[in-house]
Structures are given as C-alpha cells and as structure tokens.
DNA sequence: ACCTGAACACCGTTCAAGT
DNA sequence: ACCTGAACACCGTTCAAGT
C-alpha cells in the first residue's frame, strides 16, 4: 500500500508520475506501457498486416504491441480509426516517393511522371497489404474517422497535381486541364498497381524488373497514344 | 415413428426421398430446404454484400437463405470458397459487358473498345461491393479454391483480348503486341473503376453521366497521347 | 443426402476497477 | 493519465446427431 507506485497520486504530476514508472519497471515486471503506445500499436499493426494481410486482429495488435486488449482504445475510436491512421502513413510515403521521382528529373517533365508512376507502381507491389488497406475497400472513404487519412490522401493527390504542372510548365502536354491529365496518369498507374497486388498479373509481373518493365510500356503508351497518326 | 419421413431410409433411393420430403413440406413447416440451396447461398451473399459491404457474415448468409448456420458447409469448403464463387459470378457479368460492347460495334474498332471500357465502369461502379470482393484483396488469387473463379477470371481477360483483335484485324494500332495493348487499356480503366468504387474521385464521379464521361476522356487520351505531336 | 444444434476458440467493444 | 480484466454479443468451423 505504501510503496513507490502509490506516491504518484498525492503527488499529481505526470512528469512524476512517468519517472517513478520508468524507474519500478527496471526493477518489477513492465506491466504499463511507457513512451508513445500510439504508434507502437501502428507500428505492430504494419507488422501484422503484412503477415496476416488486410484482416487483421485488434487484439492481435494490442498483443504484439504488449498491452491490453483493451489499451488501444484509449488512443483510437475503434479498430477502423487505427486502420485508418495505418492508411494515412501508407499515403504520406505515396507523397514522398512521387515527390522524389519530381525533384529528380526537374528539367524533364515526361520523365518526371514516368518516373512517379515508377516510384506509385513500385511502393504499391512492395506493399501489397498496405495497398490494399488503402485502396480495397476495407475502410470507408466516405466516414473518415481519423483526420490524418484525409489530409495524407489528399496531399498525395496534390503530389501528383505538382507532376502535371511540371508538364504544363514547359509545354509538352496537348492538353492544358491539369485534372485530366492527372486522373488519366494516376488511373493509368494505379490500375497496375492493383492488377498487380491483387494477383491478377501474377504470370507477367512476378520480378522488379517486370514490373518496371511494364510500368514504363504503359506509362509511355500513354505519352505516345495507342492509335495510328492518321 | 412410422410416420412418411421415415420411409425413405429403407428405400435407400435420392429420388424416393426427395419425392416424400417435397410431399411433407406442404403439410408440415418447412425445415428443410429444398431445391438449390448452393444457389439460394450465392444470392443471399450477394444481398448481403450489397448491404453490408465486403465484411458480409457466413452466418448472417445462412439466416437470410433460410437454413442453419452450418448448412453452407454441405456447398463450400469455408466461407472463402463461397466468396470465390460469388466473385466468379462478378467475373461472368464482366465477360458479358464487354463482349456486348464489342459487338456492338463490330466495324468500329476503337468505339468498340470504348465502349468496352463504360461497359467496365458501369459495372463496377454500380457494384462497388462486389468489384471490391473481386479486385480487393479479400480473396487470395493465389489460392483457389473455386474452380470457377479461375475459369472465369480467364474468360474476361479473354474478353478484352478478343477486343484488341478487332483493332488488330482493322490495323488501327500503333503496336502490334497484343498483350501490351490489352494491359493498356485494362490498366486504365481498372484504375478510374477502382479510384471512384473506392471513393478516391467522391467529389467528380456522382452521377452517371460524370463517370462515363470521365471514362469516355481517360479512353480517348490513351488512344490519342498525352504528348505534343513534335 | 441434407440439415441441425451444441460446442470451441476467437473477435470487437464496453465498463467498472486498479495504479 | 493510462492500463487491466471480466463480460457481452458476435463470428468461423467442427462434429455428433437427426430425418
């Protein structure tokens, strides 16, 4: 009753309150969990998701992580809010490799996009069930829980937008509505990158270089246009 | 004891047994199903994925079909195995659609595959659950456990492909790769059904005539090119 | 042959309680 | 503030049993 645990009452200070916790842990077994349990429970929930696929378990997450079933809900809604804030990393590093790909070829606004649509084709087949997550229908776009989802997923589409204006900088588009050509390229490379994740290309995109290969094919397809020049 | 339902184990006859069981049902509430359960399955589920989206119940299936809970095991190996069938029923439609779209414009090569293309959208959009189920990640390609999946999964792709011919027999393409051209135009139209089924273009996809005019614009640009002619 | 009902191990979520 | 443990209603699957 009257050991080091219960001081932190009386005291009332978090800071305190942390510090006497993290020294009993040397010495007890660790049974709270201290630091950022945040995203240690998204951290475990990327591993088990890439174990397991896009139907994984809450308590399973919670037990990978060393908590409680029941700890998670103090820092999500419910199990769709942590998939969701899950998503939202998958969509930051969309952002960050299309942005990549744009600031390598700044001089060359057709490479630039074949080169984003590399980098999108790439993430998505490396990831699958992260791919999936996003895009497959398991969560709901429609009611976003966790705010994080909407801004990542919409920064990533800004990403995309920089890509085409690259384009419409230097002219090499016949077209001059930046949507349009933005929905016609991501279209283009995420239903690629879905037949891929989802089996469908199993025969023809099994090695990096495939799919590089057929990523670059449709990417300049694309460009060029399937038609015959009348 | 001795009453009609008994009588069919002595005969030792399907026909004999089925004949009193259909002939008890009239007088008696009917328990047993009769007829093709497997069938009544399938709707069920679709009913069910409708509503409910992908994460539909094998036991809520069984409610609504009017049988126990453990009745589906007599038709399917496992809850993945009726999802299987249930996508190959998507699968079929698809195959339908397009080869619809097809001939209906049997002279016109480059039509026919645009109208190929709304034929893909349409369904998908209007069956965003089931494109969800089929291209989602729910089921494993990998594993199949249905034989019809694989059987008409092929077919659609077959589908596309007897497309594409009718462009080749007409030299309308700049490629003579029949492969090349077919992932092209898969990966494009795949790619807008998938972005609007998963709410990604919420805000330029609402009505029907927006999606198929936004398919009808992605067509045309890969048909055409991005690019400045130089 | 076809279906049922009890049973098992699992799941998401809630809530009173502990430190 | 942060986490636990019991409890509840649900789920997929198995199996002995019924007609």
Redesign the pocket.
């Known amino acids: 009753m009257c050991d080091v ?2 001081v932190y ?1 009386k005291v009332d200070s ?1 800071n305190i ?1 942390l510090y006497i916790a993290t020294m009993s842990s040397k010495k007890k077994k660790k ?4 630091g950022d ?1 945040r995203n240690s429970l998204l951290v475990a929930a990327e591993k088990e998701l890439r174990q397991k696929g896009t139907d ?5 997450v ?1 037990k990978v992580a ?6 998670p ?3 999500f ?4 809010a942590l998939l969701q804030a899950l998503a939202a990393i998958g969509y930051q590093r969309l952002a960050e490799g299309v942005r990549a790909a744009k600031d390598q070829h700044a001089d060359e606004p057709i490479e630039a996009m074949l080169g984003a649509a590399r980098a999108y084709v790439e993430l998505a087949v490396n990831n699958p069930e992260m791919t999936q997550l996003m895009f497959g229908g398991v969560l709901d776009q429609e009611v976003i829980i966790e705010e994080d989802l909407g801004v990542c997923s919409g920064d990533a589409f800004q990403a995309l937008l920089e890509v085409v204006d690259l384009g419409l900088e230097h002219d090499v588009y016949q077209s001059d509505n930046r949507m349009e050509i933005a929905l016609a390229n991501w279209s283009m490379v995420h239903g690629l990158s879905m037949l891929i994740t989802c089996g469908q290309l199993s025969g023809e995109a099994e090695t990096d270089e495939s799919v590089q290969g057929l990523t670059r094919m449709v990417g300049e397809m694309l460009m060029t246009g399937l038609k015959k020049k009348t």
């Not at 060393?66 to 700890?71: E, I, L, M, Q, R």
């Open positions: 645990d219960t009452i978090v309150f049974t709270y969990h201290h349990l994984i378990s809450l308590r399973e919670a060393g908590v409680s079933h029941t700890a809900y103090r820092h809604k419910d199990k769709t």
